[in-house]
């Protein structure tokens, strides 16, 4: 079965220092890996994917991932931050024949100036 | 429309009570899900819909909970006999064919709150 840890419910940096956002998986195939983030009373919003390719995918508002099959793992990372990046961030993940695209529990991710 | 669209944003109801979702997701979109919320956790599959068919209701926690997309387009969650538990957001996201490698366009979720 499929599944998705993200070890730390909340992390903390200041402005301007690089951020990572730790995630694990667990999959018996090949994984297709998002992160998506969350801000107050809005929905899902999509960061970015990987499915195939370059371990390192770039996506919105300039955060990055790498994945790492032999660590199974996929952290998000960016290398400056903003106070607008605090949110709550998800990753998740998804086989090519299931159809349930199952989500870590969340990171609560905070930027103080 | 331009997202996917949820109504009622809240609603709450008394234990016991019959309530209905709406989703309407993004035009053209043949996949649709609906996935639960609960306080301090990630999304939870629920159902997922390929055009008018449930392609996969294994995530409905038991028989009080109903869904249909009568026409491939709007989305509507029934929850029967309403419970405490139930409290929580209920999200609803699509994509346009419903393969593994796509992201799903999510809504902005409705909070239940079953008194």
């Known amino acids: 079965a499929q599944s998705v840890a993200q070890p730390e419910d909340q992390v903390n940096v200041a402005e301007g220092n690089p951020l990572t956002v730790k995630c694990t998986y667990s999959v018996s195939g090949n994984p297709y890996l998002f992160w998506y983030v969350q801000y107050p009373n809005r929905g899902l919003q999509f960061l970015l994917k990987?499915?195939?390719?370059?371990?390192l995918v770039k996506g919105s508002y300039g955060f990055e991932a790498e994945f790492n099959k032999s660590q199974t793992s996929f952290h998000l990372k960016k290398p400056s931050a903003l106070v607008s990046d605090s949110a709550l961030y998800f990753c998740?993940?998804?086989?090519?024949?299931?159809?349930?695209?199952?989500f870590g529990a969340g990171t609560r991710l905070t930027v103080k100036p | 429309g331009a997202g996917v669209s949820q109504t009622p944003s809240n609603k709450v109801t008394e234990k016991g009570k019959y309530v209905e979702l709406r989703c309407d997701p993004i035009?053209?979109?043949?996949?649709l899900y609906w996935y639960r919320q609960s306080l301090g956790q990630g999304p939870e599959f629920l159902i997922y819909f390929q055009g008018t068919g449930a392609a996969d209701d294994s995530g409905l926690p038991n028989d009080r909970f109903f869904a249909v997309r009568p026409e491939g387009s709007v989305s509507t969650l029934k929850i029967q006999r309403t419970e405490r538990g139930d409290s929580a957001v209920y999200l609803c996201?699509?994509?346009?064919?419903?393969?593994?490698?796509?992201?799903?366009?999510f809504g902005s979720g409705t909070q239940l709150s079953v008194l």
């Open positions: 990987y499915i195939t390719g370059d371990n």
């Open positions: 035009s053209g979109h043949t996949a």
């Open positions: 996201a699509s994509s346009f064919t419903g393969g593994a490698r796509e992201k799903l366009f």
């Open positions: 998740a993940v998804r086989e090519y024949n299931n159809n349930d695209m199952r």
